[in-house]
């Protein structure tokens, strides 16, 4: 993924969009509500000590800005992170933090990844997509031979950070290690959530408070090194400017 070391041009048109106050704006490129959730509370240090107002799509949506969906099919998490930020900051005027994320399967030979969201089919609901898994992971366990069978697994974030006239851009990842449920448990969370038993842990994470969630998630391990890196984002989103 290219980053550039150039000293990055001012762009051409500087407009922002204004969010009624004075505090910067940072654009959360997600629609979805679980994400947003979890994003707003583990965002706040860096919100507070930068003064930045965070956005999400759906806010601008509401103010009257509606951009097409990024196209994503990279083959990795970082690229399609980069691909999401790189399109909406363009678009939005808005320092853009996107991310992508996904639940990888050792014994699916690392499914279903980067597709995560689309497993199955396009519009499948959360427990139907996580049924599914269920069920191809039970059939492929049976074609396995004993040493082989594992429903180990592993969550993955790559959280990058873009601005419409840069070059580069900034990226984190992270990851939670753990292993599939034999069945789905929980009714908190989202996603893959009540079918995912974190190391460590006897509960799925639907079953975990979302402070509990967000102390040992691969969202809040990529969010807790953006922290540690609170002064070179600073210096990022004053460039061009």
Not at 105 to 122: E, I, K, N, T
Not at 150 to 157: D, H, I, P, S, W
Not at 183 to 194: C, L, Q, T
Not at 212 to 220: A, I, M, Q, T, V
Request: charge should be positive; include cysteine; hydrophobic fraction near 35%.
């Amino acid at each position: 993924m290219p980053r550039s070391d150039q000293k990055p041009q001012k762009p051409a048109d500087p407009k922002k969009v204004s969010p009624g106050d004075p505090f910067r704006v940072l654009l959360l490129a997600t629609s979805n509500q679980g994400k947003v959730r979890e994003y707003k509370a583990l965002l706040k240090p860096l919100l507070v000590k930068l003064s930045l107002n965070l956005l999400t799509l759906g806010d601008l949506k509401a103010r009257g800005f509606e951009f097409p969906e990024a196209r994503e099919g990279a083959q990795s998490f970082t690229e399609n992170a980069f691909l999401k930020a790189r399109h909406y900051a363009d678009l939005s005027s808005c320092p853009t933090l996107a991310d992508d994320s996904g639940l990888c399967v050792l014994a699916l030979d690392g499914a279903p990844g980067v597709l995560s969201a689309r497993y199955g089919a396009v519009g499948l609901t959360d427990p139907k997509r996580s049924q599914k898994l269920l069920t191809d992971l039970d059939k492929k366990l049976l074609s396995l031979n004993t040493q082989n069978k594992t429903r180990e697994a592993y969550f993955e974030t790559a959280l990058v950070l873009a601005k419409k006239g840069l070059d580069n851009h900034l990226a984190w990842t992270g990851r939670l290690h753990g292993s599939i449920a034999a069945a789905p448990k929980g009714a908190g969370g989202f996603g893959y959530d009540p079918i995912f038993i974190p190391r460590g842990y006897d509960q799925t994470l639907a079953e975990l408070s979302l402070s509990e969630k967000n102390r040992l998630s691969h969202r809040g391990e990529a969010i807790f090194k953006a922290l540690k890196d609170s002064d070179l984002i600073d210096a990022f989103l004053g460039q061009g400017e």
